[in-house]
Each structure stands twice: as C-alpha cells, then as structure tokens.
C-alpha cells in the first residue's frame, strides 16, 4: 500500500463516526449542489467521496439521476 492511499484510508478509519459532527458544513455543501443541478443534467461525480459526511445523499438523490462516488478507499464508500 503506498503512503498516500495509507493516509486516506487511516483518514478515513477514524472519519467514519463523524456525521454528526458535519452537519453545518454537510448542509451548506449540500445546499450548493442542489442549487447546481439545474445545470448538470442530473449527473454528479465526486472525487475524494471517502465517508461522504460532508454530502447529504438521500437529498441529493433526489434531484440527480446518476451520483457517481469515486475515492481511492473503495472500503470507505
């Protein structure tokens, strides 16, 4: 496992219990992608997904039609 993909996955370990405490920034990201998908087409990537406690999919789901999740820790999707 190279460094990199070591530091993301501990990152990710030690996120994962974290939704709580991202409710504001999770909201206000959430917020901005909604408004965003007027323009989109009804598709979204995210890059760096890890746990997604800064994304709300439930909310999301409902105004895109594809949501494409893509992280170097598969296990943290």
Do not use: P
Not at 3 to 22: D, K, P, T
Not at 51 to 77: P, T
Request: hydrophobic residues 35%; contains cysteine.
């Amino acid at each position: 496992m190279n460094e990199l993909f070591e530091e993301e996955f501990q990152f990710n370990q030690a996120s994962r219990s974290n939704w709580e405490h991202g409710a504001a920034h999770r909201n206000l990201i959430t917020g901005y992608l909604t408004e965003l998908a007027q323009s989109s087409r009804g598709r979204l990537c995210v890059l760096g997904a890890g746990n997604c406690n800064d994304l709300d999919l439930q909310k999301l789901s409902q105004v895109y039609s594809e949501i494409h999740l893509v992280d170097l820790d598969e296990s943290a999707l």
